[in-house]
């Protein structure tokens, strides 16, 4: 029910000022008949009427903060769900059309990115050359062998890990093997 505590935090807030007029009414009214002193009608509206009021609207204003903070945050849950699902759908994005499409900056879709692959939900590697992102089966993207120019890296890593020979980011999950090698580097590159 997200989206509840602003509907909520109005009402109480909505009860609050009702409660504070109805008692100040009543109240107001028994003191302009003559029925009640002026101390007591003070009394009265502080007691029945300002602090239902304070109290109402105290709890309305933090429900209503809290839902739109949850709001927010669910707004960012659903961008990074559409943005993995469009990379792994298609196989390979570029960065551009992920921009477009999502309606996001690179920075934001360079954080989403990260923050997919710190929680392992995301594998595979992005050419910032080309701006290209590349969804890659984890035994692929998990092994020694950069899947974008072919060079071994010495250990694998886990999470993000730039290839030395061609700088793409290797976005590796958190349970893919820990292996190492002798560096090679790809064809037609010497060797450093």
């Not at 109480?12 to 009543?26: D, M, R, Y």
């Not at 993207?141 to 071994?152: F, Y």
Request: hydrophobic residues 40%; positive net charge; charged residues 15%.
């Amino acid at each position: 029910m997200i989206g509840s505590g602003k509907t909520i935090g109005i009402i109480l807030i909505g009860v609050g000022l009702v409660v504070c007029a109805v008692v100040t009414l009543f109240v107001g009214s028994g003191a302009a008949s003559g029925q009640t002193t002026t101390a007591a009608t003070v009394l009265g509206i502080g007691i029945f009427g300002i602090i239902p009021l304070v109290l109402f609207s105290g709890v309305g204003i933090y429900l209503f903060t809290r839902g739109s903070a949850e709001e927010k945050e669910l707004v960012q849950v659903r961008q990074k769900e559409r943005l993995l699902g469009m990379i792994q759908a298609q196989g390979k994005v570029t960065l551009n059309t992920i921009m477009v499409e999502q309606h996001l900056s690179r920075d934001q879709v360079q954080n989403y990115i990260y923050e997919l692959v710190q929680q392992g939900l995301f594998s595979g590697y992005i050419d910032w050359k080309s701006a290209t992102f590349y969804s890659q089966d984890a035994s692929r993207v998990g092994s020694n062998k950069c899947p974008n120019c072919g060079g071994v890296r010495e250990i694998v890593g886990k999470g993000i890990v730039k290839c030395p020979y061609c700088g793409v980011e290797l976005f590796i999950p958190p349970n893919a093997p820990q292996t190492t090698a002798t560096p090679v580097p790809p064809e037609g590159q010497p060797a450093a």
